[in-house]
């Protein structure tokens, strides 16, 4: 046997079937692999061949062997390495993944005008050093009539159209029972709260809700006037309406307070001139206010010789209805969504 004609053939094989099976891409790599480079393959069969050489040709032969293998394992290895790139590169095409397209923008939630709203007016009185403040919805009669100066056959409680939950417990019928509830349950002393919340009443039109927001403002200390009253309600209207903005106070009654008065701003609309929003008066009323009348100091213990306060509740809806020009109240609860959608 001419072990150098072997060599050569296995060679010229070899380089052969490297090249076949580049140009297919790296198929039958794995046979390949065995055929040349496994423990049965044929470059260590000639190497087991070596033997039955004379032993002078043995390192030359050795060697060219060597070569031979070290030559099989580099392109191999470069053919493994092409083809597990293509692999990478079939699956990247095959994938309908456009890592460039703009993504899908996720849908922002918006807040209720009444939270705006409702959130302004906190934002805006705690800037002036006020305290918030809660009572109940459901309430003793006390706190939400009585101790406001509204006892049981007072013709006011006709006003009020009030849920009865028994004889002496109702769902509140305005934020002015936290009055009530913050005088009785604290020393006499300076007070400065706000308290906004849900209030109940027997009714339901395009104005007026069965349920609705308020917020309660009341000040006590000694020489509080109604000047207070005043300066504070103006700083509030031409902070919500905008610069300008006046205010116009009309004497009223409410029980718990003396003076009373009912407060409307210039129409946030047409600025006075008149329009249908302010049905043609240029004033628009959002609410009541007064001096805390001295009968309700003395129901909750407080000494109306040294103290003086005054106090305004404004709706909540109502704010929101004439800052947003909202015609019924009745679509700030129904989740209308492309109404919410514009604030
Ligand atoms: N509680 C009254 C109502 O709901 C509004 C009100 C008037 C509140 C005068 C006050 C006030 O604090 O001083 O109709």
């Known amino acids: ?19 076949a099976c580049e140009a297919a891409s790296g198929a039958g790599l794995d046979d390949l692999k065995a055929k040349y480079l496994g423990k049965k393959g044929e470059i260590y069969g000639l190497m087991r061949g070596m033997g039955a050489l004379p032993a002078d040709q043995r390192p030359v032969f050795g060697a060219a062997v060597n070569v031979l293998r070290d030559l099989a394992e580099e392109r191999l ?13 079939e699956k990247l095409s095959a994938s309908t993944l456009d890592a460039t397209l703009p993504g899908t923008r996720a849908e922002m939630g918006h807040l209720h005008p009444l939270t705006l709203v409702r959130d302004d007016t906190i934002d805006f009185f705690r800037g002036m050093g006020f305290e918030l403040a809660e009572a109940r919805e459901v309430d003793h009669d006390f706190y939400n009539f009585e101790a406001l100066n509204i006892p ?3 013709p006011a409680r006709d006003m009020h159209d009030t849920f009865y939950v028994d004889e002496n417990v109702v769902m509140r019928t305005h934020t002015s029972n936290t009055q009530a509830h913050y005088l009785v349950e604290h020393e006499p002393g300076p007070v400065r709260i706000l308290a906004p919340g849900c209030v109940y009443r027997v009714d339901n039109d395009a104005s007026h809700a069965p349920m609705f927001q308020q917020v309660e403002c ?5 020489n509080i006037t109604f000047a207070h009253l005043k300066g504070t309600m103006l700083l509030w209207a031409e902070h919500v309406f905008g610069k300008g903005t006046r205010l116009r106070i009309r004497p009223s009654y409410f029980p718990f307070t003396e003076p009373s008065a009912e407060v409307d701003v210039s129409c946030s609309l047409c600025g006075g001139s008149g329009c249908r929003l302010c049905k043609n008066s ?13 009968a309700v100091f003395e129901k909750v213990g407080w000494d109306p010789e040294k103290y ?34 514009q604030f």
């Open 1 to 19: 046997m001419d072990s150098n004609n072997d060599l050569e053939a296995l060679k010229t094989r070899l380089l052969a079937d490297l090249d």
């Open 77 to 89: 290895a470069a053919l493994e390495a092409g083809a597990a790139e293509a692999a990478i590169l």
């Open 152 to 154: 049981p056959d007072h």
């Open 218 to 222: 009341l000040v006590v200390d000694e």
């Open 282 to 294: 240029g004033w628009i009323e959002v609410g009541g206010c007064g001096s805390v009348d001295p």
């Open 308 to 341: 003086t306060g005054f106090a305004f509740g404004f709706g909540i809806d109502r704010i929101a209805l004439l800052k947003y020009g909202i015609p019924n109240i009745g679509l700030l609860t129904r989740n209308e969504v492309r109404f919410l959608r």
